[in-house]
């Protein structure tokens, strides 16, 4: 069974920088990854994801101009680097496979599109 992980997490100040790692248990090589967050009280919701050949990324707007995705093949993982945090991105961030097919990025960020999830990892933003 796939298993993704993220890892980066932690405490971070308003307008300082995190960079979230999700890694997996099989090659990351041949899927999109997105990455989701909830915040306490919410809905999950999508936040960014790459193609599996890097052709696209894709940001909410909300992240547009502060969120950058990325791939490293080398290393099998995908990161997503904050910049700029804000309070509001205080949340639980998760990566994800989507669903058939894996390895583009659905045109939505449907929670029911994605099939394979890591466990999460806080992210606080607060000074």
């Known amino acids: 069974q796939v298993q993704l992980v993220e890892s980066g997490g932690g405490l971070v100040q308003p307008g300082g920088s995190l960079r979230l790692s999700c890694t997996a248990s099989?090659?990351?090589?041949?899927?999109?990854i997105a990455w989701f967050r909830q915040a306490p009280g919410k809905e999950r919701e999508g936040v960014s994801c790459?193609?599996?050949?890097?052709?696209?990324?894709f940001y909410e707007d909300f992240v547009k101009g502060r969120f950058t995705i990325s791939r490293d093949k080398a290393k099998n993982t995908v990161y997503l680097q904050m910049n700029s945090a804000k309070p509001t991105d205080t949340a639980v961030y998760y990566c994800?496979?989507?669903?058939?097919?894996?390895?583009?990025?659905?045109?939505?960020?449907?929670?029911?599109?994605?099939?394979?999830w890591g466990q999460g990892i806080q992210v606080t933003v607060s000074s």
């Open positions: 994800a496979i989507p669903l058939y097919p894996a390895t583009y990025c659905p045109s939505s960020m449907a929670l029911t599109k994605f099939g394979t």
């Open positions: 099989i090659t990351l090589d041949y899927y999109a």
């Open positions: 790459i193609n599996s050949d890097d052709s696209g990324t």
